[in-house]
Every structure is written in structure tokens, then in C-alpha cells.
């Protein structure tokens, strides 16, 4: 496989049309033709835009290693092995695999508990705090638009289970909520309900999935005071030995 080739894989991989590659790297259209025709070598400003993007250069000059440069986590040997969490409900984008490319991802740290019950105060512990990693494809916002929570309580149940973990999409447009599993504050409490609008009687509904637990029906007046945090974006739950810090 020559530069050329390698380039035309890198392409593909990041899902890119020609002109967009060749925009992305700041690079002419014809620049971007003649690496993959191995009529001329790549400049260094190419490679150094390539490298920014944690693309591995000597991959790309040589084919030595993998196509991407592997997160720090890959590469720390002392990293505790103690828990690993499977993703079981959220979105992923299609992406496709080529084999070495390394597939980037956000870590979280998980923030509080959050109450499937009733709104219990979320106490962060910094202390003892864990993160969760997320592959990106499961956040298209962007990292910065969630939070990550571990779930205390059944009243989600079975469906979202005690010390599963959900990540919140932040948003305060309770229209869009509508219908969905969210994180409300209430009376300084938060909890995970599901969220309805009773627009007959200008009541706020947060409804359990488990029948065993109370629906709470806020009327105008109660509202006041309840915030929308956002809404379920990813929940995850425990499954065995991997990688969390």
C-alpha cells in the first residue's frame, strides 16, 4: 500500500468527499489528487494538520502502526481493570469500521446519584468520583452538552435499574421533553422520571415506569420551582471487568 493509498483509506475512514478532506487539512483539491497518484510527497504543514487530528504520520509515511493515534488510556498499562459498562439504550450514529482507524471517544465523569424515586439532593463525591467513556458517535452534540449520573432506586424499573449509569442531554425546552425519560430538579431534589405535559390542566406529570412508586402531577403553581435538567441520551449498566478511572 503506498501514501497515496494510505491517504484514500484516511478519506474514507473520516467519511470525508474529496473537496472536504482537501478543505478540512487546508490543502488544494489538486494537492489532494497528486498525493493519491504518489505524484507528490506530502508537505509538512498537511502532516502537521493530520497530526492535530491524532492521525498517526508514521501510518501514514510508512504504514507502521495503527491508522490513528490510540487514546492515553490505551496506552497506560497501570489503568485499573475493575468495572466495565455496556451501552444498552442510546442513539449511535453509522459509522464505518477500517479495521486499525480508532474510534474517538469522550470520557465523563459521573457527576451524583440521581433519584428513581423521589427527588433526593445530588451530593457530588470528587473524592471517590468514576468516569464513563462514550464513543462519540453516541453524542453528536458534542461532550459538552451532557452530564452523566449513576441511577439510585427502582422506579424506573426494569427498564433503568439501580446504579445503571444515564447520560443527560442538557436542554430547558420542556416541549421537546415531552414524552421522554428526564432529569428534573424538584424542591432542590433531582430525579429521573418520565416527563408528560397536561396542557388540559397546566400540569407537569413525572411518571415512574415501575407501577409500584407514585406519579407526581405538579399543577402551575408547583412548577414554579422544577426544573427541566435534560433529557435521557445514553443509559449504560454494569457487566463485567474492563476499563474505568
Known amino acids: 500500500m503506498t501514501i497515496g493509498d494510505r491517504i484514500q483509506t484516511l478519506m474514507k475512514s473520516m467519511q470525508l468527499k ?9 490543502v488544494s483539491k489538486n494537492s489532494i489528487i497528486r498525493y493519491k497518484t504518489n505524484d507528490r510527497f506530502p508537505d509538512s504543514e498537511f502532516l502537521l494538520k493530520l497530526a492535530d487530528e491524532k492521525v ?8 507502521e502502526g495503527p491508522m490513528m493515534i490510540p487514546g492515553p488510556w490505551e496506552q497506560d498499562n497501570t489503568i485499573k481493570r475493575n468495572q466495565r459498562y455496556q451501552i444498552i439504550g442510546g442513539r449511535q450514529l453509522l ?23 423521589p427527588p433526593t439532593e445530588a451530593v457530588e463525591d470528587k473524592e471517590s468520583r468514576k468516569q464513563i467513556e462514550i464513543p462519540d458517535s453516541y453524542i453528536p452534540r458534542g461532550a459538552s452538552q451532557y452530564l452523566a449520573f449513576m441511577v439510585s432506586g427502582n422506579s424506573m424499573a426494569p ?8 447520560l443527560i442531554y442538557k ?19 433531582i430525579t429521573l422520571k418520565r416527563v408528560k405535559l397536561d396542557h388540559k390542566r397546566l400540569a407537569l406529570v413525572l411518571e415512574p415506569l415501575n407501577l409500584d412508586f ?17 433529557t435521557l441520551a445514553v443509559q449504560l449498566r454494569l457487566c463485567g471487568t474492563d476499563l474505568i478511572y
Do not use: H
Open 95 to 117: 459509522i464505518d469500521e477500517f479495521g486499525d482507524t480508532y474510534i474517538r471517544s469522550a470520557v465523563f465523569p459521573i457527576l451524583a446519584e440521581i433519584s428513581a424515586g
Open 56 to 63: 498517526n504520520i508514521n501510518w501514514v509515511l510508512k504504514g
Open 18 to 26: 474529496q473537496w472536504e478532506f482537501a478543505e478540512k487539512f487546508g
Open 214 to 230: 407514585q406519579t407526581l402531577i405538579l399543577d402551575e403553581d408547583q412548577t414554579r420551582d422544577v426544573f427541566l435538567i435534560g
Open 171 to 189: 436542554t430547558i425546552d420542556w416541549e421537546s421533553a415531552d414524552g421522554q425519560i428526564c432529569a428534573v430538579r424538584v424542591d432542590g431534589g
Open 159 to 166: 427498564k433503568i435499574r439501580n446504579e445503571d449509569i444515564v
